[in-house]
């Protein structure tokens, strides 16, 4: 069945960096739209990122030219390195196959002094 799995959250300063990643199993990944999302207790998920097929790439206003999202086929995952972290980008983060109800777990990041 499909199987999506992140890691890589955390603690991290303000300022700092995390890299997530989500590996993706029981389906042909390559062919697979996928996404990032956040949400924060009490609030709506939100699209962080998406990457096509094909590698083209489409951010969130609010993390345009800190956030990179990036994959790679051979080990079916998407990653997502984020710089520049703020407070505010304390949250749950989530791997989605695009088009589809498939979802990870989560992995919490928060970003506090």
């Known amino acids: 069945q499909v199987q999506l799995v992140e890691s890589g959250g955390g603690l991290v300063q303000p300022g700092g960096s995390l890299r997530l990643s989500c590996r993706g199993s029981?389906?042909?990944?390559?062919?697979?739209?996928m996404a990032w999302y956040r949400q924060v207790p009490g609030g709506a998920r939100e699209l962080v990122a998406h990457?096509?097929?094909?590698?083209?790439?489409t951010y969130a206003d609010f993390v345009k030219g800190r956030f990179t999202i990036s994959r790679d086929n051979g080990k079916n995952s998407v990653f997502l390195r984020m710089n520049s972290l703020k407070p505010e980008d304390t949250a749950h983060y989530y791997c989605?196959?695009?088009?589809?109800?498939?979802w990870g777990k989560g992995t919490l990041v928060t970003v506090s002094s």
């Open positions: 990457i096509t097929s094909g590698g083209t790439t």
């Open positions: 989605h196959r695009r088009g589809t109800d498939y």
């Open positions: 029981g389906y042909i990944f390559s062919l697979a739209g």
